[in-house]
């Protein structure tokens, strides 16, 4: 029988972090290492995800990520984390980055990224999430798109266990 699991809005695990970047995170030439901006993406997707889950989590699977536009010594990155979907132990979420010039105020959309994190027990096994509650179109869409999402995943992770 599925267990009843509590549950939890997205907002309540939304999370938002922010860096000024430094010499010690760029090239020669003042422009950030990308190392550097998924370290924040995985940083603030885990957080959302053990914010969502009240526990501790890994990450299984971080997809591709493109980088738009340049990210200089000096700019602010700010880094948005949004659970999309749940699974019985997973979750993927959403995580968007910016760059701000602090000294204009003009920020520019640098990345998007999703990534999928499995709660873990004491022991370290999987262990259930609370659902995820949907209110608005916007929630419907993004459930629909990550549900999508994680069959592709799966169906992958499938095909690379049997050698296909
Ligand atoms: C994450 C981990 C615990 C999953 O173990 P497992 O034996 O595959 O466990 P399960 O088969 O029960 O899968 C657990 C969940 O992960 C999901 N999952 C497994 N492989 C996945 C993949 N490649 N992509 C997306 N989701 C995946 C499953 O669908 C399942 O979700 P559900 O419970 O919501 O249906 C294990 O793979 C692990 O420890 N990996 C290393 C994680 C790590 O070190 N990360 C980097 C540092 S944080």
Known sequence: ???EREGKRPDASSTILSRLMNPSDANPLGIVHGG???KMVDEAGG???MRHAGSAVVTVRLDSMTFLEPIYVGNL???KAMVNW???TSMEVGIRVEAEDPMTGKR???NSAYAVYVALDEEGHPRPVPRL???TEEERRRWEAAEERQRIRLA???RRRSGK
């Open 77 to 79: 990155v700010i880094v």
């Open 1 to 3: 029988m599925e267990e």
């Open 47 to 49: 957080l959302a995800a």
């Open 133 to 135: 509650i949907i209110e």
């Open 156 to 158: 992958q992770a499938q």
């Open 36 to 38: 550097e901006i998924l």
């Open 108 to 110: 520019v959309h640098t």
């Open 86 to 88: 749940v699974g019985r």
